[in-house]
């Protein structure tokens, strides 16, 4: 047997380390791949310990993969939305003075708004067509715990809305105040030639055979449910009159900020009672900063529920930037609860203001009979709506309101007793 030349190993050991070692230096210095790797894996930990921990096992099997760090994206840093503010004067040409919104062809601001008087009884009418674009609803009474919308088109057009039904006394004034075209199927005879004598033959629109395309007979069998208008072909209808003035109106005294004002509470819901069965409750949704619709829904004869309330053009919630409630004073003209004044022109009062989940306790104003009805806050500054669609509740002004929790409110509609 040969000895080991103990000296020659540790000399052939020593050669070999001296390699590895040489090579793991040229490899750290020259090859980027691995300095790229070590970063990864660094970002790969510092995901992974912000991680939310995992579901449990049974919902491990269906969980989809994490994505590897090399696909993992940083949220892109935007800057913050700049504040828009228009009014209560000098709107910019192509902004409607009604929404604060810029309209996608300013010539459509080039003529009266249309006003459809809209069905909300009987029942059979609903859903109804075309008010998710309209600039302003307008909701009143019509006594005996019934209500009527008067929906004003001006920046943007439906092709269909509805069902019409007559006219009120109130009808005047809000035609008159917003300088509108008016569409209706007719009105009780004193108010017919109230309603004829503010506006002029011309800007009352009354559905006949021969007045479509603007106003057309559906035939569904009710005729209170069979009509229904198209805005833009009211605006054309109108123009033929000879003595139609169709140019920019002024509409002057509503104010728009996309930023809230200071000095609102919590105000997230709002039911709107007018009697009976009959109710609308708006509740205010974050994400779209509206405020949604609901509607009562009769089940049976004597059950009720809440459902949205959609349009039927779209299927779509109503859904609104602002809610308002106005508080003006009704006077009955008759035993039957069939026929009111409402005092709106040169008069003012107290408002309950909704917008981006904010209630606001302030004030309206009509300061005269052809020009909007204007919103202030409680030391009478301009209150600033929110730019976008408006939902006007008109009810008595001795109507009570209740806070049923922080933030949501209930209002019921008394007047003066006839």
């Known amino acids: 047997m040969k000895k080991f030349n103990v000296a020659a190993l540790f000399a052939a050991m020593a050669l070999v380390l001296s390699m590895v070692l040489t090579a793991c230096q040229t490899v750290s210095a020259s090859t980027p791949t691995q300095a790229t790797g070590t970063a990864t894996a660094t970002q790969t930990a510092t995901v992974m310990a912000t991680t939310p921990a ?8 269906t969980t989809p993969a994490l994505p590897s760090a090399t696909a993992i994206t940083m949220p892109t840093v935007t800057t913050a939305q700049a504040e828009v503010q228009y009014g209560p004067t000098n709107f910019p040409a192509n902004v409607d003075p009604l929404t604060g919104l810029v309209v996608s062809d300013p010539a459509i601001l080039n003529r009266r708004p249309v006003m459809i008087k809209v069905s909300n009884f009987p029942r059979e ?12 609803v307008f909701d009143y009474s019509t006594g005996g715990g019934e209500n009527r919308y008067l929906a004003l088109f001006y920046g943007q057009d439906s092709d269909q809305v509805g069902p019409i039904r007559s006219g009120r006394y109130i009808d005047q004034w809000l035609g008159s105040m917003y300088q509108g075209v008016l569409g209706m199927m007719y009105a009780y005879a004193p108010e017919y030639t109230e309603i004829v004598g503010r506006l002029g033959q011309s800007r009352v629109i009354n559905g006949t055979t021969n007045t479509c395309p603007a106003i057309c007979d559906k035939g569904y069998g009710i005729s209170e449910i069979n009509w229904f208008a198209n805005t833009a072909e ?12 169709n140019s920019k109106p002024v509409l002057d005294g509503m104010v728009f ?35 949604l619709r609901w509607i009562d829904n009769q089940v049976n004869g004597t059950t009720y529920n809440m459902i949205p309330q959609v349009d039927r053009n779209t299927s779509q919630q109503l859904a609104f930037s602002n809610v308002i409630v106005v508080f003006a004073k009704y006077t009955t ?13 040169g008069t003012s ?18 300061s ?30 001795i109507s009570t309101i209740v806070q049923d929790k922080p933030g949501i409110y209930t209002v019921t509609f008394r007047k003066a007793a006839y």
């Open 54 to 61: 995992l579901p449990s096992a049974t919902v491990m099997a």
């Open 125 to 136: 009418g609903r859903p109804h067509a075309g008010l998710s674009k309209a600039d302003i």
């Open 234 to 245: 009211m605006s054309k209808y109108y123009a033929k009159f000879a003595d139609a003035s």
């Open 257 to 291: 900020n996309s930023v809230p004002p200071s000095g609102g509470t919590a105000g997230t819901e709002m039911t709107m009672h007018f009697g009976g069965n009959n109710e609308g409750l708006w509740k205010y949704d974050a994400a779209q900063k509206k405020y």
């Open 333 to 345: 003209l008759n035993s039957k609860d069939s026929l009111h004044k409402v005092a709106l022109a």
């Open 349 to 366: 009062g107290k408002a309950m203001i909704f917008r981006d989940g904010q209630f606001y306790d302030g004030k309206w104003q009509g």
């Open 368 to 397: 005269s009979g052809t020009s909007p009805l204007q919103f202030f806050d409680a030391t009478g500054n301009p209150l600033e709506l929110q730019p976008g669609n408006t939902w006007i509740s008109i009810t008595g002004d």
